[in-house]
T-cell receptor
Framework: GAGVSQSPSNKVTEKGKDVELRCDPISGHTALYWYRQRLGQGLEFLIYFQGNSAPDKSGLPSDRFSAERTGESVSTLTIQRTQQEDSAVYLC?????????????FGEGSWLTVV | DQQVKQNSPSLSVQEGRISILNCDYTNSMFDYFLWYKKYPAEGPTFLISISSIKDKNEDGRFTVFLNKSAKHLSLHIVPSQPGDSAVYFCAASGSGSARQLTFGSGTQLTVLP
């Protein structure tokens, strides 16, 4: 596709339920990132995939969060047993390779509300 | 520990005047810096970037200045337009521990007509 595509665009879920968020990166982009922005806060790094290398999971806030990526394509971010503090917009981004010299391109985000 | 800091959460500027948004960083491994603009309900969009080998990069109304010794960069918008009203994020990346893109907390710019 022309840009980074994320689904669902909006999700309301009950506390304790699991949610899956999907990201389709720009074709050919080997690097994929997940960020989170909670209300009134900045962009918080969650996880980074680069090709077939082990992902950098250093930003995942708890073991309820996990992400997978198949090759250089789709990624899913899974949040288990959601809590109200998980409410945020989850942003996926991709870039052609390791970042140096390249920009990353964001999707429009998946807005998650935990009630 | 915030490695990229935007100390001004908001800035208001009159249309036609200059907007200056500031950003400070602490990680000396950062060597590439970017500014992103974000409108409500949209993802951030890339605005302008600068490599650490430069101290200035200009693109139309937007100029980014980098002061490596002070670990400081700024984004200048001149002349400012009402459509520039958005949240502006500074971001940085580099090698090793700094390889992921690290964002500041953003500055809400409001350009008053």
């Amino acid at each position: 596709g022309a840009g980074v595509s994320q689904s669902p665009s909006n999700k309301v879920t009950e506390k304790g339920k699991d949610v899956e968020l999907r990201c389709d990166p720009i074709s050919g982009h080997t690097a994929l990132y997940w960020y989170r922005q909670r209300l009134g806060q900045g962009l918080e790094f969650l996880i980074y995939f680069q090709g077939n290398s082990a992902p950098d999971k250093s930003g995942l806030p708890s073991d309820r969060f996990s992400a997978e990526r198949t090759g250089e394509s789709v990624s899913t971010l899974t949040i288990q047993r959601t809590q109200q503090e998980d409410s945020a917009v989850y942003l996926c981004a991709s870039s052609p390779a390791l970042l140096s010299g390249n920009t990353i391109y964001f999707g429009e985000g998946s807005w998650l509300t935990v009630v | 520990d915030q490695q990229v800091k935007q100390n001004s959460p908001s800035l208001s500027v009159q249309e036609g005047r200059i907007s200056i948004l500031n950003c400070d960083y602490t990680n000396s491994m950062f060597d590439y810096f970017l500014w992103y603009k974000k409108y409500p309900a949209e993802g951030p969009t890339f605005l302008i970037s600068i490599s650490s080998i430069k101290d200035k990069n200009e693109d139309g109304r937007f100029t980014v200045f980098l002061n490596k010794s002070a670990k400081h960069l700024s984004l200048h918008i001149v002349p400012s337009q009402p459509g520039d009203s958005a949240v502006y994020f500074c971001a940085a990346s580099g090698s090793g521990s700094a390889r992921q893109l690290t964002f500041g907390s953003g500055t809400q710019l409001t350009v008053l007509p």
